[in-house]
């Protein structure tokens, strides 16, 4: 569910309503006047909640075991059968119909809203000692810890919460999100903007809500004009001790974990899995869905793939990605071939 300290939920409506919105059928079978309170990831969703299922292979076991009331389904559902008690809402495109239910519910989903009069909401809550410097906007029932000192010009959006005695640079936007402690923001970075996702098509584009939130754990250290976005509806988590250098992008819904470190013009996409002490290489590209170990090392301006995984323990390298030795090999082989031929 979408966390109601950034977003409004405009809801309930009616499983007519919802059906009649996204283009979804409606179910012979099933009373029209049910109620849906919000929306939901498979995995957390109650029986009064409307959550979505591509098809595909990754969600499966999410699907079989949902808890939702309601969900939107492929109209070919094909071998998935339904959990019990599920009520399944076949539509040509599942993207195309989650989007358009989540902009019934969540209408304001964007960037944010700025009603308040002054620079620092009368809702804020602004722990002991805290540094503002000039240019500071804080939105409503954002809260500050003690100690944090916040640079010139940072923004910190409706309902964000910042742990103690962290430092925020100048120019630095923070929605969405919640930091824990002795957390350091360089200058520029962009933490809890919408992800990158559409639902496309013939007619173009169609922005898909952004429903999630970042959360940065404490002593984490995220570099000049990095960006952290937010998912669609699941979180994105930054762990414990982590270290990101300077323009990293981490796409939505991505969770990195503990104590890992990752240097400059790295570029993360969504919803990947990366596990504890893992360390990235200058440039290094990781695709959507990706998974990387406990402890593995990735050389600079290596390349991951979509889905695919890395096991713990081990050092890669390449495009795409494999484990160092077998990389440094064939470099060396695709060097001696070209030695040969200008022979």
Known sequence: MADPRFFDNRGPFTLAEVCARA???????ADSNARIEDLSSLSGAAPAHLAFFTGGGANAEEFAQSKAGFCLVPQALGKHV???GMVV????SVTHAFAAAAKLFYPDSGLGSWAQQTAVDPSAKIGDNVVIAPGV???????VGDGTRLGPNAVVGRGVTIGRNCEVGSNV???HSHLGDE??????AQIGSPGFGFASGPGGHIKIPQLGRVIIQDKVEIGACTTIDRGAL???VIGEGTKIDNLVQVGHGTRIGRHCVIVGQVGISGSCEIGDFVVMGGQVGI??????GTGVRIAARAAMAPGAELAGGADYGGTPAKPIREWIREVHAVTMLAKRGKK
């Open 23 to 29: 283009n979804a059928t409606l179910p012979p079978d």
């Open 82 to 84: 339904p959990p019990q």
């Open 89 to 92: 809402l076949p539509c040509g």
């Open 137 to 143: 906007v804080i939105g409503a029932r954002a809260e």
């Open 173 to 175: 936007t923070i929605s």
């Open 183 to 188: 957390v350091l923001v360089l200058s520029g």
């Open 234 to 236: 699941s979180d994105t």
């Open 287 to 292: 695709a959507d869905h990706a998974k990387i």
